[in-house]
C-alpha cells in the first residue's frame, strides 16, 4: 500500500513539474544532447516525399523564370522584387501588406483547426535539419545507439574522421544553402558572376555569404531542435490557438494506461493494463526529446515520428494502432473516431478563400500605372486665347509585353494635348518611361488659379488603364 501511494505521489509530482522545463535541458539547465532514433513508417515515408518535393523546388526555383522574368526575387536593397513572375514595385506594397495581414489570419485559422501540421512537414527548419543534416548524421556516424556510443568515446582516431567528416559536409551544406539563398534576393546570374570575380572584386558580399554560412552551421550543427523550442514564436502562438477541437498529435491516454511492460500471453484488460506497454519508443525517437504520453506541448512539431514508432510496436504485439495518432483533444477524451467536421469544413473554405483573395491582390494591379506632374517651377503660357500647362508624365508597364497607349483628357472637355514624338506613346514590358506633353485649354475654361484635371491612358483598343488627377495653373482671376 506505502509502495503504491508513493508511486501516485511520484506520478502526480511529475504531472505538476514536467512542464516547468525544457526537455532538453537538465534541472542546472545544461543542455541535453537528443539522439533520436531514425523514424521509420507510413507517416515518416510520406514527410520524406513531401520534403524532398520541397527542397527540390528551393534548389530550382531560382533559376525558373517567366517570360524573362525570375519567378521569385526579393531585392530590398535595389528595390527588385518578383513574384510568380510579375513584377511588384514601390506602389505596389500596400497588395505585400494585404497579403501579409491575410497570411497571418490564414496561420491562424490554419493552427486552430489543424494544429502544428506546418512545423512538421513543411518548416523550413524541419526539413533541413531531419531530411538533410540527420539523414548526414545517421550515415555517417549510425543510428542512436551508435552516436551516443560515439559521444562517449574518447577521442581516438574514429570519433575524429567522423566528427570532421560530418562537420564538413555540414558546412559545404551550408554555403549551399547560402548561395541558392542570395539567388533569391539578387538572382542566380548575379551571384555566379560574383562567384567567378572573385572576393577582391566583391568583399562585401563574401563577407555576407560566410556570415550567413556560420548562421546555418549553427543551426543545423548545434542549435538545432533548439530552435523550436527556445527561439521560433510559433510553438508559443499554437499554445494560445489551439483548443480541445484542434488536430495534433495526441497520446490516447484513455486506451493506453494504466501502462505497464509487456508480457506474452497476458490478458492486459483483465488485469487492468492499458495498451500501453512503456516501451519508451515514443520517447527515442522524438527530435524534441520529449514524451508525447505527457500530453500536448510547446516542443511538439507534430513531426509524427512518434506515431510510426508506436504503431510498429503495437504491430508487433498484435494491439490495434493508433495508440498515438492524429486526433482532437475532444476525441480522445469521448473515444471517437476522426471526422471531418462543420467547424473543419468551414474553416477549410475561409482558407481558401484567402488564398483566392491573396492571388486575386497580386492578379488585380492593372497592367499600367500612370502619374502627370508639373515640373517644379514651371508656368503656364498664354497665347491665342489658349492656356497651356506642361506635364511630365512617368508610365510603369506592369505587364511583360510592350504597349502602345494614347493620352486623353476627361475633363474638362475641349482640350488639346501636343507631343513632341505623336500621340502614340510605346512602352515596352516591365519598363518605366518619361516624358513632357503640353495640355491646352481655351482661356474662357480657365476659371481657377489651380483647377482640377484628369487624364487617361487607352491602349490601342480604346481601353482605359489608367487615369490621374491633377492641377492646371491660370492666370489667377478676381471673381465678383
Known sequence: MNIQNTIENISEHEEKTFRDSVGTMDSTGKRKWVFPRKPKGNYTTKRNYTSYLLLLIFFILPFV???????????????????????????????????????????????????????????????????????????????????????????????????????SIFLLISAIISHVMFMYIVGYESVIRIMEEGPAQHPGNFVTMIIFTGIFYFVFAWLREQVCTLICPYGRLQGVLIDKKTVNVHYDFKRGENRAKWRNGEDRKAVGKGDCIDCLQCVVVCPTGIDIRNGQQLECTNCTACIDACDEVMVKVGLPKGLIRYATEAEIENQSQFKFTSRMKISTFVLFCLVVFTGFLFQDRGSMEAKFIKPAGSTFISHNGKITNTFTYTFLNKSYHDQSVTIKVLEPQHSEISMPNGRIIKVKGNELLKGNINISLPENEVRLYKQNIELGVYDKDGKLLDSYKTVFEGPFKIQL
Open 65 to 167: 523564370k517567366i517570360n524573362g522574368n525570375p519567378f521569385l526575387l526579393i531585392n530590398i536593397l535595389d528595390r527588385h522584387f518578383f513574384i510568380a513572375g510579375q513584377p511588384f514595385y514601390p506602389q505596389d506594397f500596400y497588395i505585400l501588406a494585404l497579403a501579409a495581414v491575410t497570411a497571418v489570419i490564414f496561420v491562424m485559422i490554419f493552427t486552430v483547426v489543424f494544429g502544428r501540421i506546418f512545423c512538421g512537414w513543411l518548416c523550413p527548419q524541419t526539413i533541413f535539419m531531419e531530411m538533410v543534416f540527420r539523414k548526414i548524421e545517421y550515415w555517417i556516424e549510425g543510428d542512436r545507439n551508435k552516436q551516443m556510443k560515439l559521444e562517449r568515446q574518447a577521442w581516438d582516431e574514429e570519433k575524429i574522421r567522423k566528427r570532421v567528416t560530418k562537420w
